[in-house]
């Protein structure tokens, strides 16, 4: 698999490649995520609505969403429309950028600064490290136990906090120590809070107006609002000005904008969620451990079992129709979390099936 | 103004300048487009449901947006959900591309190519331009009459077709010819078919299977669901992989997904929405004729007054309430069609105060 020395050099203006190239940099095929349900019903040939899908981090009984207005589907999108103001609300944070999808600042922030020494938290979320690659960066992947030694040589360094899928987590005065050494050397420290809602108080959303502190949050985890495609970029005016303008108008779309702006303001919704997302990630740990499948880690929408044993599982799990997210380095498992009493059933009965099943 | 080297070279690696970059090729200030009502209310102190907004050429009778499954909202979007496949049959083509909006398209297609020499229909959407400008082509405007003897020198052609906001159009036989001189050196002509619904015999998304054409269709005008941010790229499937690529995951909203596959599906509206929306159209260009602004050209969706009164024009009806697309260069306005007797009746009543009152 060629690599087109316009991406390997950085430049990246043109890109002349095929389209496999993200996966030419970490694995053998596209990058893989949860929620890809379509694809695995085909595999194993079980109907759609058959499935109980634990492979996402998604609020199963996400932010209940009302009849969204005929103008938001009619109307482009305009900017301060209230969803500015109900997120700065929400994140107690002033500079803010809404973007589709934390993917959209993954894949962009890139693009924004020099070929960098770019160190990246493993495992955790891949698009990340690809992103970077792609656009020229030297990009090492850093166990959590390995940052803090890193970041003397790095420009730039990248954390999911907590982190997906292993929920590692790193104290505050740590995180703001090596945003320190960072940024006085010019560099950035980007901290993707995709799964911090359940935690607001370790968020550093509301650091971010200091310079080379970057921080994304989205609405698809806590809110369930994965379809939306909605997150938000934070820190200094002026990177939320250059992101913005390479992003271009219009982003974002009005209905996800609507709706997230209602979701943001829904304070009686949120504090009910909170604890009741913590409770279950707790039992979803519970569950495992009664399984023999201790959890190594994990936060309130998910849990990661680390075992050799995570593909078999995977297969034998899915042929009963439980979809989960398999790891392949280091052999892992994510699980989310089920949505009913029904559901919390199946997954336990199926387990106590499938680990008699894949006993080595 | 400072122009990044990065950019104007074409590398386009790393951004490191401000955010009016766009701007700084075309206009003082970033691209203006239609459908600003917010800053148009602020800036007139007129309360946002008090406006007649003329200044799209939106559909302002759009397809009736049903309630969106949940669904939809909590779940990734994933591919061929209904929504290719009812694309495929609404636009007769196989090869096509879902994207948010054509604008992303707009954006990410001048990233495919090493600096070309880039001929760009003008007056007209000023999106493709600026973009192909940034990402460090040599771009040229062509007035209609100057297309023809261009191609021989441009490796890229784009044309808006049927054009805006002039509705200049082109016949299909010189469309051809064209596209064969380009893609006899490697290179392509992109069509951007946003108006094209309502007279489908014209497009060429058909035919974007031959290599270097690239039709870009969107759902945005025709059926007036610009906030839904959708449209498709019909192209060869080397390139639209390539594309597909370079824009990253789950770029198109799910709701939006799930409300564009049924609205593609409604044939019924359809047929009944295309005489209607000719009928309006030119029923506005009657209006115009009658209070002395014959339109110079336009199509379904809207019309175009070139006059040297365009600015007082469009100042005097932003007095009455009724926002209209300015352009300077040359001196014009675009109108887009009233929804309502009452917003008709409401235009010409404007229109034969304010025509009065900018005598020269």
Chains 1, 2 share one sequence.
Request: with cysteine; hydrophobic share 45%; proline share 8%.
């Amino acid at each position: 698999m060629k690599v087109s020395p316009d991406l390997a050099n950085g430049t990246g203006g043109a890109l002349a490649d095929p389209p496999s190239l993200v996966s030419a940099q970490d694995h053998s095929g596209p990058l893989h995520h949860g929620g890809r349900l379509r694809a695995a019903a085909s595999h194993y040939g079980l109907a759609l609505d058959q499935w109980l899908d634990l492979s996402t981090g998604i609020n199963p009984n996400g932010w209940p969403v009302p009849p969204v207005p005929a103008s938001a589907w009619a109307r482009l999108p305009e900017d301060e429309d209230g969803l500015e103001q109900a997120a700065r609300a929400y994140y107690g944070a002033s500079h803010l950028l809404p973007v589709a999808g934390s993917q959209a600042a993954i894949q962009a922030l890139p693009r924004l600064r020099p070929p960098a020494r770019v160190g990246v938290l493993s495992p955790g979320y891949a698009e990340h490290a690809a992103a970077w690659r792609v656009a020229g960066h030297a990009v090492r992947a850093l166990t959590a136990g390995k940052v803090d030694q890193a970041v003397s040589t790095s420009d730039v360094l990248i954390l999911i906090h907590p982190n997906n899928p292993t929920g590692a987590h790193f104290p505050l005065e740590r995180l703001l120590a090596w945003h320190d050494q960072l940024a006085a050397r010019g560099g950035w420290l980007v901290i993707d809070e995709a799964f911090m809602d359940t935690t607001p108080d370790q968020s550093l959303c509301i650091l971010a107006t200091h310079p080379g502190l970057i921080v994304l949050r989205s609405l698809g985890k806590f809110f369930g609002l994965a379809g939306a495609r909605l997150g938000f970029v934070f820190a200094q005016p002026n990177l939320l000005a250059r992101l913005e303008w390479l992003l271009g108008p219009w982003t974002v779309n009005a209905p996800a904008r609507w709706v997230a702006q209602a979701a943001l303001k829904d304070s009686d919704w949120q504090q009910r969620e909170r604890p009741r997302l913590v409770a279950a990630g707790e039992r979803l740990g519970a569950l495992l451990l009664r399984q023999g499948l201790a959890p190594q880690g994990g936060c309130a929408l998910f849990q990661w079992v680390r075992t050799p044993q995570a593909r078999d599982l995977h297969q034998a799990l899915a042929r009963q129709g439980i979809l989960t997210r398999l790891f392949e380095d280091p052999a892992s498992l994510r699980l989310g979390l089920p949505g009913t009493e029904v559901d919390w059933a199946r997954l336990e009965a199926a387990l106590a099936r499938v680990v008699e099943e894949v006993k080595p």
